[in-house]
């Protein structure tokens, strides 16, 4: 076996059922979209951060909030605006002239979920105010280092079609965020279910159903779910395979991929495959937890070139066909 160790299993079935319990108090509030859920709580247990893009009025802003309802964390929000400041997220040292001391006056930022509202409307300066927050879990003011509360976790969200005024968040950036999770548009029963909901007497109240130590407990245990050798195998070979340069590469990802997919691709998706089979009830992950995550990890990491995007060409749908390929040649399974 690789990564891991034996769990206690009645603490295993009890944050599982924790974990389904607030996935349902989420439902109580958003209507459908649970793929959507389940890859904005994944990072949450694995301590990591996700983006989420949709187009307006998809209520992506109710959804982040509602998972910091259905949590004992502390919650705050910043509109990301082209005049926003480093120091308006992180803080500042303020002047006390009574006193004759500096006093740290601290950001949005000292939170355990931070909702990143529209974060490509920030210029690079202020978006880069996160790099060292998300990585590092602190933020230095002044000439001091201040450690963020643990949890810590950054819910991002952009707009896909507004142009004028906003700034693509650089590789490095996208490269912290564990998803980058696309919302799309509800089915009709569920669009006549939303509208039922939001214009009668109002959203129902949602309580916390997790505590701080669950969540810590919860991300501490995904850890420690057993993963095997060869899932590990599998997960890196379907990695590699994203790389045009790689030798086994096939030739569709030659012809349409400028740059594959780098190892931190690799441990999200050993890590999220835990995260994803914990989810599941399941005391060890296989590749059917590592399949729903393919498009969510490696969207923002496979970078396609100039003839891709001339001829419609797409992350998923190359995803799609290099898992087709890797199974029918028997590649990925070979020990």
């Excluded at 230095?140 to 950054?154: K, S, Y």
């Excluded at 490095?172 to 998803?179: E, H, K, T, V």
């Excluded at 916390?208 to 995904?222: C, M, N, Y």
Aim: aromatic residues 8%; proline residues 7%; glycine residues 6%.
């Amino acid at each position: 076996m690789g990564g891991g160790v034996l769990v206690n299993e009645s603490e295993l079935s009890e944050l599982q059922a924790k974990a389904y319990a607030l996935e349902q108090n989420i439902q109580r509030v958003i209507v459908g979209q649970r793929r959507v859920i389940r890859e904005m709580l994944i990072p949450l247990f694995c301590n990591s951060h996700a983006l989420l893009e949709g187009v307006p009025g998809l209520a992506k802003t109710l959804l982040v909030r509602t998972i910091a309802q259905s949590v004992e964390l502390t919650f705050r929000r910043v509109q990301f605006t082209p005049d926003l400041m480093p120091s308006d997220i992180t803080g500042s040292e303020v002047f006390l002239p009574d006193q004759g001391t500096f006093h740290l006056r601290k950001g949005p930022i000292f939170a355990h979920i931070l909702l990143a509202d529209e974060i490509n409307r920030a210029p690079p300066k202020t978006q880069s105010a996160l790099l060292e927050a998300m990585q590092e879990r602190q933020v230095t003011i002044g000439e001091a280092t201040h450690r963020l509360p643990d949890p810590f976790f950054v819910l991002a969200t952009q707009n896909p079609i507004e142009q004028e005024g906003t700034y693509p968040l650089p590789e490095a950036q996208l490269d912290r965020f564990m998803f980058y999770i696309q919302i799309g548009y509800l089915e009709e029963s569920e669009e006549v279910e939303m509208v039922r909901r939001t214009t009668g007497e109002g959203l129902p109240e949602v309580s916390p159903v997790l505590t701080r130590e669950d969540i810590l407990a919860i991300q501490r245990l995904v850890r420690a779910l057993p993963i095997s050798d060869f899932l590990l195998r599998q997960i890196v070979r379907f990695v590699q395979c994203t790389r045009p340069g790689f030798e086994l590469s096939p030739s569709f990802i030659r012809e349409y991929v400028q740059w594959g997919a780098g190892p931190r691709a690799s441990q999200f998706l050993a890590l999220g495959a835990r995260a994803h089979a914990f989810l599941e009830g399941k005391a060890a992950p296989d590749w059917s937890d590592v399949q729903p995550l393919l498009a969510p990890v490696l969207r923002h990491r496979v970078i396609l070139n100039y003839k891709a995007h001339a001829e419609g060409v797409t992350v998923e749908s190359l995803l799609r066909r290099l898992e087709e390929h890797l199974l029918d040649a028997d590649k990925m399974f070979r020990s």
